[in-house]
């Protein structure tokens, strides 16, 4: 093995520099964990503030590296998107999501909607919605438990296919939420033409949030058009006490973040979180 090693690092050493080197052994690695069952789900609780409840998760990808430990989806998914992983990848994610709920449900643990991020690459091929369907028949789920996060880029272009994907989204129960928002290329025609569900404010917007702030001129009006298309309203990121009450006050009641807990395993999340019975 260290002689292929060596081997290699003469073939990619003549026309990469350290770092093309460095991404290149993870995402020959990353090609291997997807195999080896080295990626794990983490979760998120999402919280309406008004009732105290759980109202749901996002799922978050973590690899479980066999020497580098655990590495944060940062590291990986530019690495993943770059290579065409991220297929894979999202497959895997949605299938460990809804064989979770499944799991769940012959426990007897009441259910909530869990979260899933989709590259745009993946939500712009044409068998998106078909894949999706499939995973929901073969495990017996309403899609109303499967949300899916997905950027402003992927609803940038391509209107009339990308029209029809979120009809046969929507027509499976499924809820859409735009992830990031505010960050990508927002235009206020895909908000009109493709009745979405929700939005994510940006945690970036989400910092800092007090009175006189740029950011709070921001997440009030986006609150604001958001309500008037009807749609649902997330806030990330949320820190502090002083978020929270600000938020509050604009009415915006559905949360997630450190404020009321971290991304963990699980195990953890079903001790912490869920109602057994
Ligand atoms: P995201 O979808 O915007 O996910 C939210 C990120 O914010 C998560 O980082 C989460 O841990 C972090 N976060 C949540 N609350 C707080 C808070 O109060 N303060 C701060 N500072 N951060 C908070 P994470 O897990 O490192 O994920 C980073 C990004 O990687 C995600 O951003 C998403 O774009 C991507 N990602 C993660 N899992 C997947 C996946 O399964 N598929 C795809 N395509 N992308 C994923
Ligand atoms: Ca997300
Ligand atoms: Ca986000
Ligand atoms: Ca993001």
């Known amino acids: 093995a260290k002689e292929q090693g060596r081997n290699m ?3 990619y ?3 990469m520099d350290k770092r093309d080197y460095h991404s290149f052994l993870l995402e020959r690695d990353l090609r291997k964990a997807l195999l080896k069952d080295e990626l794990v789900v983490h979760l998120q609780p999402r919280v ?16 479980m590296h066999p020497q580098l430990g655990l590495i944060a989806p940062c590291e990986f ?3 993943a998107e770059e290579s065409g992983l991220i297929i894979p990848l999202g497959k895997w994610m949605k299938r460990k999501v809804c064989e979770l709920l499944d ?11 869990i979260g899933v991020n989709i590259s745009s690459q993946r939500f712009l091929q044409k068998d998106f919605s078909k894949e999706v369907r499939s995973l929901l028949e073969e495990y017996q789920l309403d899609g109303k438990w ?3 996060e997905i950027t ?21 129960g499924i809820k859409i939420y735009i992830d990031d928002f505010g960050t990508g290329y927002s235009s206020f025609h895909y908000l009109k033409t493709f009745k979405l569900d929700g939005i994510k404010i940006d945690q970036s917007f989400v910092q800092n949030l007090s009175c006189q702030s740029e950011n709070a001129e921001i997440t009030i009006a986006m609150i604001k058009m958001a309500k008037h298309l009807k749609m649902d309203v997330i806030a990330e990121g949320v820190e502090t006490e002083e978020e929270l009450a600000f ?11 450190y404020l009321f807990g971290k991304p963990c395993a699980i195990d953890e999340f079903e001790k912490c979180y869920l109602t057994t019975v």
């Open 48 to 63: 309406n503030t008004k009732t105290g409840r759980i109202v749901g998760a996002e799922a978050l990808v973590r690899w």
């Open 247 to 257: 938020l509050l006050e604009q009415n915006c009641f559905h949360v997630q973040g």
């Open 103 to 113: 799991n769940w449900r012959n426990r007897g643990i009441p259910l909530i909607p």
């Open 9 to 11: 690092y003469q073939i």
């Open 77 to 79: 998914i530019p690495l």
């Open 13 to 15: 050493s003549r026309s």
């Open 146 to 148: 499967l949300e899916l």
């Open 152 to 172: 402003e880029n992927s609803i940038m272009k391509n209107e009339e296919y990308i029209l029809e994907t979120l009809r046969e989204l929507k027509a499976l």
